[in-house]
């Protein structure tokens, strides 16, 4: 069955940097879009970046010109390089499958302090 595992999360301080890896299985990793989205409690999910089975980018303006997401369909995994974090970039993080969404995984917590 599909899994999406998520990691490299973590506490890091305003201006710091994180790389999230989020390994997917039971599907054909390399021909589906990839999203990565987050989540603060009672809020609702936000995709914030996606990755075309062609490598063809978006962000959301929040992150742009702060979050590289990037993939390696020969390891079905897909990342999130995060540069000049806020405190408002603290979440949770997941990946997904934009255009079919599978069950989500368990995510990975970023916390950022001032």
């Known amino acids: 069955q599909v899994q999406l595992v998520e990691s490299g999360g973590g506490l890091v301080q305003a201006g710091g940097s994180l790389r999230l890896s989020c390994a997917a299985s039971?599907?054909?990793?390399?021909?589906?879009?990839m999203g990565w989205y987050r989540q603060v409690p009672g809020k609702q999910r936000e995709l914030v970046a996606s990755?075309?089975?062609?490598?063809?980018?978006n962000y959301a303006d929040s992150v742009k010109g702060r979050f590289t997401i990037s993939r390696d369909n020969a390891k079905n995994t897909v990342y999130l390089h995060m540069n000049s974090l806020k405190v408002e970039d603290t979440a949770v993080y997941y990946c997904?499958?934009?255009?079919?969404?599978?069950?989500w995984g368990q995510g990975t917590q970023v916390t950022v302090s001032s």
């Open positions: 039971g599907y054909i990793f390399s021909i589906y879009t």
């Open positions: 997904n499958k934009p255009e079919f969404l599978d069950p």
């Open positions: 990755i075309t089975s062609g490598g063809t980018v």
